[in-house]
C-alpha cells in the first residue's frame, strides 16, 4: 500500500513536466523529423542538397568560424571579470556583480539595438572619431561579421562567469596558501595553480557558450544585416521567406544532431549544477 | 587574503570587459531622444517623439500588455511544472534521475529557431 502512494506521488510530481516537454516538443519535433525526409518529396534528397548546395556550406563554415572566436573572446573575458568578482574587495565584487548581472537580465533585443547604436554608420563610436577627426569616412563595424561576433560576445559573457566563477569558489584556499608557502610567485601561482584547477569550469562555460551561439538567432539578424546569415537565420529564412520546408527542416535536424553529439562527447565535463552557476 | 587579491593587469582587463558590458546599455539612452525617424545618435537636438509615440500609438500599448500577459502566463506555467518535477526528483530521486534531467533541460540547447519551428508543426 505504502509503496503504492510513493509511486502515485512520484507519477504526479514528475509526469506533468515530462508529458508536457513530451506533448509540447518531443512529438512535434518528430514530426519536423518527418518533413526533411518528405518535403517536397520523399527520400534524401534534402539532406543531399544540404551537403552539397555552396550557400548552406558557407552558412555551416561562417557560423562554425565565428561560435569559436566567440567562445575564445567570451572565456577570456569572462575569466577577467569572474576573477574580480569571486576574488575582489567587496566594492570590487559588489561593481563586478553590477556589470554581470544588469546585461544578463536586459533583452537580447535591447542589447543588439544598443550596438547597433554604437557601431553602425552615424553611431556613437563613428560619430565620435569623426568629430575628432581621427577618421574621414564611418568605419564599417556594424552590418557585418565583426558587428555579430562583438554582439554575440556581449550577449554569452555572463553565462560563461557563471560555471567559471563556481569554479573559482570551489577551490581550496589551502592550496594556494600552500604555493605560496613555498615560494611561488603570485603570476605563478595564477598560472600553474589557480587556472589548472578552474578548467572544469572553462570546459563547461565553452560548451555552453558554443552551443548556445550555434543557435543564434537575433544578434546575427540585427548586427549582420543580412550580410553575415548563421544558420539558425537560415533556417529561419528557409521556413517564412522562401517557403522551403524540407530544407528548413532538414537543417534544424543536423544542428540538433551535432549539439547532441558534442554534449554527449563532453559529458564527463558537464555538471548541470555547474552550467547555470 | 591579501595575496589573492586581483592583481594589477587582471584589474585593468575586468574594467575593460565590465565598461564592454556596460556600453551598448548606456548608448541605448541617448539614442531615445533623437529627433530622426531611424537609429541614430542626437546630433543638436533633442527630441522626445519617440515617447510621444509609444505613448499616442495604442499598438504600442497594446503589445505591452500583451508581453506583460503571455509573460506573467508561461512564468507561472513553468515556476509550476519545474518546482513539482524538482520536487519529484529531489524526493524520490528516482532510477534514471541524471537522464530525467537531462531530458528537462533539452530546450535550453536546442536552437530557439529550431523550437518554434517545433511548435509550428501541428
Not at chain 1, 129 to 136: E, F, H, M, N, R
Not at chain 1, 199 to 216: Q, T
Not at chain 1, 233 to 238: D, F, S, T
Not at chain 2, 112 to 117: L, N, R
Amino acid at each position: 500500500m505504502i509503496g503504492k502512494t510513493i509511486t502515485s506521488r512520484k507519477i504526479l510530481l514528475l509526469a506533468p513536466l515530462l508529458l508536457f516537454l513530451g506533448l509540447a516538443y518531443v512529438v512535434p519535433f518528430l514530426g519536423v523529423v518527418r518533413w526533411s525526409f518528405t518535403m517536397p518529396e520523399v527520400g534524401l534528397g534534402q539532406y543531399r542538397a544540404l551537403m552539397t548546395d555552396p550557400l548552406v556550406q558557407s552558412v555551416f563554415i561562417r557560423t562554425l568560424r565565428i561560435c569559436l572566436i566567440v567562445t575564445a573572446a567570451v572565456l577570456v573575458t569572462a575569466y577577467a571579470i569572474a576573477y574580480v568578482w569571486v576574488r575582489g574587495s567587496s566594492v570590487q565584487r559588489m561593481l563586478a556583480e553590477f556589470c554581470i548581472l544588469v546585461p544578463f537580465w536586459i533583452s537580447v533585443l535591447t542589447r543588439a539595438f544598443g550596438w547597433l547604436a554604437m557601431l553602425s554608420n552615424r553611431g556613437l563610436i563613428n560619430t565620435w572619431l569623426q568629430s575628432a577627426g581621427v577618421i574621414s569616412e564611418p568605419l564599417a563595424l556594424a552590418r557585418n561579421e565583426l558587428g555579430v561576433i562583438i554582439g554575440m560576445t556581449h550577449f554569452l559573457i555572463p553565462f560563461a562567469v557563471f560555471p567559471i566563477a563556481s569554479a573559482m569558489r570551489s577551490i581550496d584556499e589551502r592550496v594556494l596558501l600552500a604555493a605560496r608557502g613555498m615560494g611561488a610567485s603570485r603570476t605563478r601561482i595564477f598560472w600553474t595553480v589557480f587556472v589548472p584547477l578552474t578548467y572544469g569550469g572553462l570546459i563547461g562555460a565553452a560548451l555552453i557558450v558554443f552551443v548556445f551561439a550555434l543557435g543564434f538567432f537575433v544578434t546575427p539578424a540585427i548586427l549582420g544585416g543580412g550580410r553575415s546569415v548563421m544558420v539558425a537565420e537560415l533556417v529561419y529564412l528557409r521556413i517564412f521567406q522562401s517557403p522551403d520546408w524540407g530544407l528548413g527542416a532538414a537543417i534544424s535536424v543536423v544542428l540538433v544532431l551535432f549539439i547532441g553529439a558534442l554534449l554527449a562527447l563532453m559529458r564527463r565535463f558537464i555538471k548541470p549544477a555547474h552550467l547555470i552557476g | 587574503m591579501n595575496s589573492s587579491r586581483p592583481g594589477p593587469v587582471i584589474l585593468i582587463v575586468a574594467t575593460a570587459v565590465a565598461l564592454f558590458l556596460l556600453m551598448p546599455l548606456i548608448a541605448v539612452i541617448p539614442v531615445s531622444f533623437t529627433p530622426a525617424r531611424f537609429l541614430s545618435m542626437p546630433s543638436g537636438t533633442l527630441s522626445l517623439r519617440h515617447y510621444q509615440a509609444l505613448i499616442d500609438n495604442p499598438a504600442w500599448g497594446q503589445s505591452i500588455l500583451l508581453s506583460l500577459r503571455i509573460g506573467i502566463l508561461s512564468s507561472a506555467i513553468a515556476t509550476a511544472l519545474a518546482t513539482m518535477f524538482g520536487l519529484g526528483i529531489w524526493m524520490f530521486q528516482p532510477r534514471f534521475s541524471a537522464l530525467l534531467i537531462g531530458f528537462v533541460l533539452l530546450p535550453l540547447v536546442v536552437p530557439p529557431v529550431v523550437s518554434a519551428m517545433t511548435l509550428y508543426f501541428p
